[in-house]
Nanobody, 128 residues
Framework: QVQLVEFGGGLVQAGGSLRLSCAAS????????MGWFRQAPGKEREFVAA????????YYADSVKGRFTISRDNAKNMVYLQMNSLKSEDTAVYYC?????????????????????WGQGTQVTVSS
């Protein structure tokens, strides 16, 4: 089992920045990919970003490219999401997730149904 805990959410003005953190514990050696997803009120959960647990490959939703950066620190079992130039449409609950199965297609890293572990989420609110 892998446990995930997110923190770092909050209220920020449009144009501002926030950094989300996700602490992983348990059988972290079984992780292949870590991802961030978000869900706004009344909307479906959507992919935000993903990073391979080993290596440097990163993947982003078009809506956050150039504004958000995902990174990881394997030694600390941490994953981060640096969010810059925030917009009101970025308001959502953000979830950290982990895949324990190896997939070769990058599209699989964007599919929330293929993630095995999820955190409880952290609220991000961007005021305009």
């Amino acid at each position: 089992q892998v446990q995930l805990v997110e923190f770092g959410g909050g209220l920020v003005q449009a144009g501002g920045s926030l950094r989300l953190s996700c602490a992983a514990s348990g059988r972290t050696f079984s992780i292949y990919v870590m991802g961030w997803f978000r869900q706004a009120p009344g909307k479906e959960r959507e992919f935000v970003a993903a990073v391979r647990w080993s290596g440097s490959s990163t993947y982003y939703a078009d809506s956050v490219k150039g504004r958000f950066t995902i990174s990881r620190d394997n030694a600390k079992n941490m994953v981060y999401l640096q969010m810059n130039s925030l917009k009101s449409e970025d308001t959502a609950v953000y979830y950290c997730a982990a895949q324990r199965v190896y997939y070769s297609e990058s599209s699989d890293y964007m599919n929330g149904n293929l993630y095995n572990y999820w955190g409880q989420g952290t609220q991000v609110t961007v005021s305009s």
